[in-house]
């Protein structure tokens, strides 16, 4: 398949081209992710409050994958760019490799630490019991995890956006309606509980990748995965981990500030706790749908770069920015008109509402500002420029809001971390336009 549209095609429809079907497949992600926490919290306020605190090893694991796979998508974008489609090829076959590995070695770590995780934020047994659970099935799923998002960002990689659209569809859909089937027993199935939530996950995830090599064989794409380029090679691997490193670092940062602004606000109650976990679960309708966005934006920045075309790059930048924005201006609505509504999804507690409704008002003051960061770390992880990134990423996840959470939560009490996450995303925000255009020129 012949990529040189990516370089010759109008910027605006070249881009809602390749973002359009990620943004539907991130939208339905976030979906399920919703349907899923509040399927959870049916079970008992005790299940919701272990997913929130599995969530940041959960994301962790997730985060190095999803960064390895925009490693992976980055190189191969440059190369197909720069027409050298045997290094394109030595870069998704070694990354299907490692990412193999990677989800052998998760498996182990994440089934392994949860236990001890868990018993840093809580003593409850019942806590610690409904989220090792969770956690032994999830993880069992880790190889299939990293299969998906290796096929996934190599199919983004060559511009095949509807299919990847389709594949991860296929998975989120699996995971809808297995959801209530498994954790309720419906039919012939048995009741499992938050295991069900875990299982239904984890077929989800299978489904996805399966349907991928399905495609791949059905459907070839112009990038081949090849036995003899398998063996990993060392100026590869500096490639491939040069970006994927910062970039899983980058999207593993949210594990550890939640951790610490879970450990700032278990000692207000632990209702802050649990609104903190339905904000993020909240959270994904927008930022999924942006790093759809991103997405779509990532392998265009790759492949311009790697062309030599830079004026274009500086082009696709500011319209996906535009886009993100107006994402982040529809969630800033909805946050400000149905605060109560939103958090009433997953809880009928009265006071457990009033103190989401106040969070999400004042959370809701940053998004369109953390439009700059987002499409700024995007598209530097296409240029391959992961470190620049990171920094961004390292802003908004620890420098800036982890002390600004810590000292507001002393003067103004819990409401202090809710407003560190506003002051941070515009602090970021200048500093992250400041270093994508010194960059971008370098």
């Not at 299907?96 to 990677?102: A, K, P, S, Y």
């Not at 380029?229 to 910062?246: E, F, N, S, T, V």
């Amino acid at each position: 398949m012949d990529q040189t549209y990516m370089k010759e095609k109008p910027i605006l429809p070249l881009l809602l081209s390749m973002a359009l079907p990620m943004v539907i497949s991130m939208f339905v992600n976030s979906l399920y992710n919703i349907i899923d926490s509040i399927f959870v919290a049916k079970i008992s306020e005790d299940a919701m409050t272990a997913l929130s605190l599995v969530f940041p090893i959960q994301n962790l694991i997730s985060s190095i994958m999803i960064g390895f796979g925009i490693g992976i998508n980055a190189v191969v974008s440059f190369y197909l760019g720069a027409g050298d489609r045997k290094r394109a090829d030595k870069a998704a076959s070694q990354g299907l490799f490692l990412g193999t590995v990677h989800g052998l070695v998760f498996t182990v770590i994440g089934i392994t630490v949860m236990p001890w995780f868990l018993r840093m934020f809580t003593d409850d047994s019942e806590i610690l019991s409904l989220g090792v659970q969770y956690t032994n099935v999830a993880f069992a799923f880790s190889v299939a995890l990293s299969w998906e998002l290796v096929f996934e960002k190599t199919f983004q990689a060559v511009g095949r956006m509807t299919a990847s659209m389709v594949c991860m569809l296929a998975g989120c859909i699996v995971n809808i309606i297995l959801d209530p089937v498994l954790i309720f027993g419906l039919g012939p199935a048995p009741r499992m509980g938050i295991e069900g939530a875990a299982l239904a996950t984890g077929i989800g995830q299978s489904v996805c990748a399966i349907a991928y090599i399905i495609l791949y064989i059905v459907k070839p794409i112009s990038v081949k995965y090849k036995k003899e380029y398998m063996i990993p090679q060392k100026d590869m691997c500096k490639r491939l981990y040069a970006i994927g490193i910062p970039a899983s670092l980058s999207l593993a940062l949210p594990s550890l500030l939640i951790s610490a602004l879970n450990v700032i606000l278990a000692a207000f109650s632990q209702t802050y706790v649990f609104v903190l976990g339905v904000y993020y679960k909240l959270q994904t309708f927008l930022y999924l749908p942006a790093n759809g966005i991103v997405q779509g934006m990532r392998p265009l920045i790759g492949y311009n770069y790697g062309a030599g075309e830079h004026k274009r790059v500086e082009e696709i930048y500011r319209t996906s920015l535009v886009l993100v924005a107006l994402i982040m201006a529809a969630g800033t609505i909805l946050c400000f008109v149905f605060p109560g509504e939103l958090i009433g999804l997953f809880t009928t507690n009265a006071d457990t509402i009033s103190a989401g409704r106040t969070a999400l008002r004042i959370i809701g003051l940053g998004f369109i500002v953390s439009s700059v960061s987002v499409a700024s770390s995007g598209a530097l992880e296409g240029l391959g420029k992961g470190g620049p990134s990171l920094v961004i990423s390292a802003l908004r996840y620890v420098a800036v809001i982890i002390p600004a959470a810590f000292i507001l939560s002393r003067i103004i009490g819990a409401a202090g971390v809710w407003h560190a996450f506003w002051i941070t995303e515009l602090i970021t925000a200048v500093v992250s336009f400041y270093i994508f255009v010194r960059s971008k020129s370098k």
